[in-house]
T-cell receptor, first 110, second 114 residues
Framework: SQQGEEDPQALSIQEGENATMNCSYK?????LQWYRQNSGRGLVHLIL?????REKHSGRLRVTLDTSKKSSSLLITASRAADTASYFC??????????FGEGTQLTVNP | EAGVTQSPTHLIKTRGQQATLRCSPI?????VYWYQQALGLGLQFLLW???????NRGNFPPRFSGRQFPNYSSELNVNALELEDSALYLC?????????????FGPGTRLTVL
């Protein structure tokens, strides 16, 4: 079973709008990572946030982490059609294995 | 720098056969991970190899096995294939045993079992 749960499962927005995806998890973690997957292909690493960090930025991406609520959010600003993909959060708790959420399917309409 | 590579891209087998999937990590990475992405089941951890040793194993039956070679490349073997083994198999590599390191993924092998 998946530890993480993404919310929403699907999100459809217009180009230029911001997209926010949320992730919740159940156990203590070392870090949380966000990945993107285009059309059933390989995963592309977007950003890693450690358990002692609260916010991190990378280009148009902003990730927050609230360990007290066991939740994280990914904000994509000024979205583009090329951002259309599935987005997954993944946690690392022990043994280096990634535990993935169910994913959010983002569609950015031109 | 080359990324993680996987072969073959697609693999079609019939039930009961064996499948062998291959992965080459990023140069300098010693850890290789295997994940299964089956329709409706999400991404699930299969195996983790580091320095030639199996370090961790997900909740999969023993017919899923693998190995890591001295050059850190890896093979995933699936014996006695079942229809539900049809999935995208993803390989990832990272640079150390460290629990905080990013995993870099290959493009995957799509296995279809008929």
């Amino acid at each position: 079973s998946q530890q993480g749960e993404e919310d929403p499962q699907a999100l459809s927005i217009q180009e230029g709008e911001n997209a926010t995806m949320n992730c919740s998890y159940k156990t203590s973690i070392n870090n949380l990572q966000w990945y993107r997957q285009n059309s059933g292909r390989g995963l592309v690493h977007l950003i890693l946030i450690r358990s002692n960090e609260r916010e991190k930025h990378s280009g148009r991406l902003r990730v927050t982490l609230d360990t007290s609520k066991k939740s994280s959010s990914l904000l994509i600003t000024a979205s583009r059609a090329a951002d259309t993909a599935s987005y997954f959060c993944a946690t690392v708790a022990s043994g280096s294995r990634l535990t993935f959420g169910e994913g959010t399917q983002l569609t950015v309409n031109p | 720098e080359a990324g993680v590579t996987q072969s073959p891209t697609h693999l079609i087998k019939t039930r009961g056969q064996q499948a062998t999937l291959r992965c080459s990590p990023i140069s300098g990475h010693t850890s290789v991970y295997w994940y299964q992405q089956a329709l409706g089941l999400g991404l699930q951890f299969l195996l983790w190899y580091d320095e030639g040793e199996e370090r961790n194993r997900g909740n999969f039956p023993p017919r899923f096995s693998g190995r890591q070679f001295p050059n850190y490349s890896s093979e995933l073997n699936v014996n006695a294939l079942e229809l539900e083994d049809s999935a995208l198999y993803l390989c990832a590599s990272s640079s150390s045993i460290g629990r905080t390191d990013t995993q870099y993924f290959g493009p995957g092998t799509r296995l279809t079992v008929l």
